[in-house]
Each structure stands twice: as structure tokens, then as C-alpha cells.
């Protein structure tokens, strides 16, 4: 792909928004939904449906992450071009597919362990398959079987948002859903075979409670081989998660699990156990500009004595992303935007209020308080560029302002500003971080 310039992608990116119509997302939270009764046409050869998806996305950091996950203090631009075809083969399958052209450009990167070796601008572009799957449908639609490279994930991202190779199968009767998978991380990324191999074996059954409630337990086995750093491992989680919406002003969010499993340490096995609670409440005003206020809470064990052969830490899945919108309007990471940290020997307290300021426009507005539940030097999932000391629990506060703009299914924009003010957990001297974000989506489908 390096004889496609940078120059070349950001003109087509540039040009292309003019020409576009109406479409949902390509894929992302509901994909299970709008996929729900694409096979059983009639039979016959049939056109594909193709769908085109334009994204942009800038950004500007201090002691943050850039948009590949490298340490930045300056300025990165993102550019994809998603292309996704869905074929019909016959009366209930349908084959699916998705590729995205993503350019990276970094202006002004620093390296995270010394702030005046600077390194030169970066400028990468990649070709990568997103999804390639086929889907065979019963005759009577309630259950599902994909093969092949798919999207598999909850609604707030919590255990599971990932694009997966292997086998999902669902089924569906009443207010009951059955979704069961066995899935490896991406085998080829990049054009190259991963050396780390994850095998993940997925249990989830959903209980509609109403019209727009769900409770959702799940299971989660991952079974890891040892690699570079990271120590073979097997662990299970056990969860619950529940979005429950008893009217339109009054809801609320809950995430419960707990992990056991084995690691090896040398010669010996260590113990994994840990627990997990994630809950938030959000209540609407009937007022001018609708405002909806939020309280969440989230808690995760840690573990000071690691050396005992236990470790008490709870960690996510490492297939989650932590995405949610509170109020119904607006997603965005809402453990902080900053930070956006994995939930692990960490307690995090939000208080938020959103408001849809205009027709189109809305606004959400969200403080966090962090403390770590046991002291330690690493700050778990972190997006941060330095790590905390361990001598104390206050990791600190942030302050996220997001802002979207919906003018059709068409074109989304988001624009995210967060700051984080560090606290005693960290070195004296360590400097506020902040970051800005712009997001634009644009989509094109065909034939309509």
C-alpha cells in the first residue's frame, strides 16, 4: 500500500462527501439488528448491496495517546474509507464482506519516555479487512449461523467489541436470544499472521424486559498462549449486564462480573480471581432543552500483595472498549475520555448532564473522579503517557465536553474536549492532559 500516497487518500476523502446520501453505519452496535432478515429474498441472482462509509477524524493531545495508540503532544489525522458489499447467494444465505483504507498522519509525536527526543512527522497507510462472513438463516428466521470474520459486541462495550474470526450462532424466540460464538482474534492483520494466539469461547443469553430493556448474562473463556511479554493464561468471566429504560425519564445501566482462571508464573500457576460492578443511573427533566443528569459508579478489586500466589486484580476481557451513551444520544467513553481506562483495581465516581441544545444538537457534559482501590504503579488500559508512583490512591478528575451533530442518517459529526487533572498518585510536577477530537461520518448505499 505505500504506493498509495497520503496526499492521494486525503483528496478522495476531501471530494468524495459530495455525492453522498442517507445510511446507517456500516458496522458497530446494532450490526446483529440490521443484518436481522437480509437472507430469505426471493431466489435468483440478485445484485449485491453495497454500502460506502467516509470518516475523518482529527486530533489534538497533550500527554495522551495518539490515534494508533503511540504516546502524542501535537496533532494526528485520521482518514477510512470503509467499503462493505452484501451479496445474497440464495433464498436464506448471504455473504458479507467489509474493507477499510485507513491513513494515519502524526504531526509533532514525542516519545513517552523521554520529552526531548522528538520524532520525525509519521505517516502510515493500510489496507485491512474488516468482516468477511457467511450468514445462513432457518427457513422460519429465528436462528443464525456466520462464519468468517465478523463484528461481535454488547451495547456499551463492555465485555465484547471486537472483530473476531469463527463461528457464531444465535437463536431467537419470544423475548429470548441465544448467542453463542467461538472466535480467535484476527488471525492475518496487516497483511501478517499474528504471533499471539487468543481463542475465545462465548456464552451470552439476552431477556428482553419491555420494549427498550435488556438483561443480558454472559460467560467469557479466553484461552492464551504465552507470547512476547504476556504469560499463557486461562480465564473465565461471569456476567451481567442489564440497560433498562422505564419510561422516557427514567433508566438506567448495569455491568456485574467476576474472574477466575490460571496463569503460569514459572513453574507454579498463579490464581486469577477479581470482581467487578459498574452502574449508572440518568433521569430526563421535562424542561427546555431536555436535560438529563447522570450519577454511575464503578468499582473493580486490585491486589497490594501479588507475591501471595493470588491475584485479586480484576481485569476486562481485553475484547472491550468501554462505549455507552448515557443519554440515549451521544456515545463516547464514559469512563473519561482522557484517561479511558480499563476497569481494573480502579473506582471511578461520574456525575454528567446532557441537553439537546438544538433540533439536531446535542450535548453531554461529564466529571469523573478517580481513585485506585489498591496502590499501584500502573494505571491499567490507560491512555495516559506517564504512570502513577504507588505511594497513594488519588489518580485524579476529568472533565469531558462532547458535542454531536446528527443532520441524517447520513452524516454524524462529534466533537470531543477532555481534560485531566492529575492527583497525589502521580509524581510531583505531573502536568494537566487534555484532548480535542472532531469526528465526521459520512455513508453512501446503493442500490436504495
Avoid at 104 to 131: K, N, Q, V
Avoid at 292 to 309: E, I, K, P, Q, W
Amino acid at each position: 500500500m505505500k504506493a498509495l500516497s497520503t496526499l492521494s487518500l486525503w483528496l478522495v476523502l476531501l471530494a468524495g462527501p459530495a455525492s453522498l446520501s442517507a445510511q446507517t453505519e456500516i458496522a458497530g452496535t446494532g450490526d446483529d439488528e440490521r443484518l436481522r432478515g437480509t437472507a430469505g429474498r426471493a431466489i435468483g441472482w440478485q445484485g449485491p448491496e453495497i454500502e460506502v462509509e467516509l470518516q475523518l477524524e482529527a486530533q489534538r493531545a497533550r500527554r495522551q495517546e495518539a490515534l494508533d495508540g503511540e504516546a502524542l503532544e501535537g496533532t494526528a489525522l485520521q482518514g477510512d474509507i470503509r467499503l462493505g458489499a452484501r451479496q445474497s447467494l440464495g433464498r436464506r444465505v448471504d455473504l458479507e464482506g467489509e474493507v477499510r483504507l485507513r491513513s494515519r498522519r502524526l504531526f509533532e509525536s514525542r516519545d513517552d519516555d523521554d520529552d526531548d527526543d522528538r520524532d520525525d512527522d509519521a505517516d502510515d497507510t493500510e489496507l485491512e479487512l474488516r468482516r468477511l462472513f457467511v450468514q445462513i438463516e432457518s427457513p422460519d428466521r429465528t436462528s443464525r449461523l456466520r462464519f468468517g470474520r465478523q463484528k461481535i459486541d454488547d451495547d456499551l462495550a463492555w465485555y465484547v467489541d471486537e472483530d473476531l474470526d469463527g463461528l457464531r450462532y444465535t437463536h431467537e424466540r419470544g423475548f429470548v436470544r441465544v448467542d453463542l460464538s467461538l472466535t480467535r482474534e484476527s488471525w492475518v492483520e496487516a497483511g501478517e499472521e499474528r504471533d499471539d494466539i487468543v481463542y475465545n469461547a462465548l456464552a451470552a443469553v439476552r431477556l428482553d424486559a419491555g420494549k427498550r430493556s435488556k438483561w443480558i448474562p454472559w460467560v467469557l473463556h479466553r484461552s492464551e498462549e504465552a507470547f512476547a511479554d504476556e504469560r499463557a493464561a486461562e480465564t473465565t468471566w461471569l456476567g451481567l449486564q442489564g440497560i433498562v429504560r422505564i419510561d422516557d425519564t427514567f433508566g438506567y445501566w448495569l455491568n456485574a462480573a467476576t474472574r477466575f482462571g490460571t496463569e503460569e508464573r514459572g513453574d507454579e500457576d498463579r490464581a486469577l480471581r477479581g470482581g467487578a460492578l459498574d452502574l449508572g443511573v440518568t433521569a430526563r427533566l421535562a424542561l427546555p432543552f431536555e436535560p438529563a443528569f447522570t450519577l454511575g459508579f464503578a468499582h473493580a478489586t486490585g491486589d497490594d500483595d501479588r507475591g501471595d500466589g493470588d491475584d485479586l486484580n480484576f481485569r476486562q476481557t481485553g475484547l472491550h472498549a468501554n462505549e455507552y451513551a448515557p443519554n440515549g444520544r451521544n456515545r463516547f467513553r464514559y469512563l473519561g475520555e482522557v484517561i479511558d481506562p480499563e476497569l481494573s483495581n480502579l473506582e471511578v465516581i461520574t456525575v454528567g448532564v446532557g441537553a439537546e441544545l438544538a433540533e439536531r444538537w446535542d450535548a453531554d457534559i461529564a466529571y469523573h473522579r478517580y481513585r485506585q482501590v489498591r496502590n499501584d504503579d500502573a494505571l491499567r488500559g490507560s491512555d495516559l503517557s506517564f504512570d502513577p508512583t504507588g505511594d497513594e490512591d488519588e489518580i485524579g478528575s476529568a472533565l469531558d465536553l462532547v458535542l454531536g451533530y446528527e443532520r441524517s442518517d447520513a452524516l454524524d459529526v462529534l466533537g470531543v474536549i477532555g481534560l485531566f487533572e492529575p492527583g497525589e498518585a502521580f509524581a510531583d510536577g505531573a502536568e494537566l492532559a487534555w484532548v480535542v477530537r472532531l469526528a465526521l461520518e459520512w455513508n453512501l448505499a446503493f442500490p436504495r
